[in-house]
């Protein structure tokens, strides 16, 4: 059976490669994409279980994302757990209007990620323990 994909969509290169590397440790497929638009790319070519996305990004952010899997409705389907260095209850609300399955500020530790991102997969696409 293949590993669940998580899709990491973050500006950041460094905080994105250190997630990846994580999961991939952790026994998941991880892929990064660096802002919206290659993060609607990657979602259509790779399919992934999860997306965990970021909302401050360039050209195409987080919110914009949201809306356009919302509009076609993909996001009922496809998690989405928003990572945002925004603490406002407002963005939390909007993002959670948009249909994002969870919603975590920065920083956060990356084992509390990843518990976020198994509870957003079926217990059947979690890794074993031994992975």
Do not use: N, W
């Amino acid at each position: 059976m293949s590993k669940p994909l998580v899709l990491i969509v973050e500006d950041d290169a460094d905080l994105g490669t250190t997630i990846v590397d994580f999961l991939k440790e952790e026994g998941l497929e991880a892929r990064l994409a660096r802002d919206g638009d290659q993060a609607m790319r990657m979602i259509d070519s790779l399919a992934p279980s999860v997306v965990v996305l970021d909302l401050m990004m360039p050209r195409r952010d987080g919110f914009s994302v949201l809306r356009e899997l919302r509009s076609d409705g993909r996001i009922s389907t496809l998690p989405v757990i928003v990572v945002t260095a925004i603490f406002g209850l407002s963005e939390r609300l909007y993002a959670t209007e948009l249909g994002a399955a969870d919603y975590i500020t920065k920083p956060f530790k990356l084992d509390e990620l990843k518990a976020r991102i198994l509870g957003c997969l079926p217990a059947s696409a979690r890794p074993s323990a031994e992975g």
